[in-house]
């Protein structure tokens, strides 16, 4: 019974010291607070560790694509050449080959379906809307789910033509064709064709460029072309699908490899941005565990010392 007697004061006393501590009251109020931040912050580690695996793994993977890529993109460039050639040789004139006032003109846009890859959809976009101008009745048709999701805020009703599931491996002839093949089906409207597309300039740096590629009728005008004497009209339209398709091969497989070139530099850029992040919260956890680790510390001492 004596025993239960003296235990009761002493504990309401060392409650009561505790409680009055100034160190106590800080620890009272804290701890809970810094357990919950400790969590958020162990939290976000995870997840930013999660993404940079992710873009590391995305990094390796177009890595691997772009060698592939490159090799089909020089010998893609053989059909870009070729065409510049026929075209340069024909001796077409400025005033064939000015601006839309004089001549109608298709526009063919061609990107991709996929993202993650920096400013590649955006590029050919802008350079869109700068070639069309003031000018809104001119046709496009549409390579890829971004510049058509782009382009369709601004000129809907332009777009005439558009496609996808393009570019899921490296293009081949046989995508131009069929591009090139439902434009003739299609039966459009034009003079020619500005074709727009990201050049490939290095491995860490791209353009949008525009190719010019004429229909027959504007060829047959061509002086180099007029010295002739064709039988067959067809040779000048075969020329002129054929120099069409050529320009669309060239496009796609460009594009292709400048895009994978873009996505490997943007995920080589997040991985080390992730790595940046993943540096300052592991030292902003270590700093406010340590922090805990003092207050739980003074936490035991007050207590001991109050006894």
Known sequence: MSSTLITRPLIS??????????????????????????KEIETRLKSVRNIGKITKSMKMIAT??????????????????ANAVVFKESSLSEELASGPDS??????????????????????????????????????????DKPKTQL???VPKNIVLSFNQIGKQV???????????????KKLDFDKVKLIHNKWISALSYESTVVEVYNADTLKLAPKFAAYEVE?????????????????????????????????????????????VIGGLQMKFNRMRQSQITNDLVDIITGANAL
């Open 171 to 185: 293009p081949n002839f046989a995508d131009a064709c069929v591009i090139a093949d439902l434009i003739e089906e």
């Open 64 to 81: 691997t694509k772009l060698n592939k890529a490159q090799r089909a993109m020089n010998d893609a460039k053989a059909y870009g050449e």
């Open 232 to 276: 067959d009209d067809q040779l000048i339209q075969d020329l002129s699908s054929f120099a069409m398709t050529n320009a669309i091969y060239t496009a796609l497989v460009e594009g292709y490899a400048t895009e994978i070139s873009a996505r490997r530099n943007a995920m080589d850029n997040a991985t080390s941005n992730s790595q940046t």
């Open 103 to 144: 001549k109608k003109t298709l526009f063919v846009v061609v990107s991709s379906d996929k993202g993650l890859c920096g400013g590649i959809h955006s590029s050919v976009s802008k350079r869109t809307r700068a070639e069309l101008g003031e000018n809104s009745e001119t046709q496009i048709v549409v390579v890829g």
């Open 13 to 38: 006393q060392r409650a009561a010291r505790l409680i009055a501590s100034p160190h106590a009251a800080r620890s009272f109020s804290s701890t809970p607070t810094t357990n919950e931040t400790l």
């Open 152 to 154: 369709s805020r601004i």
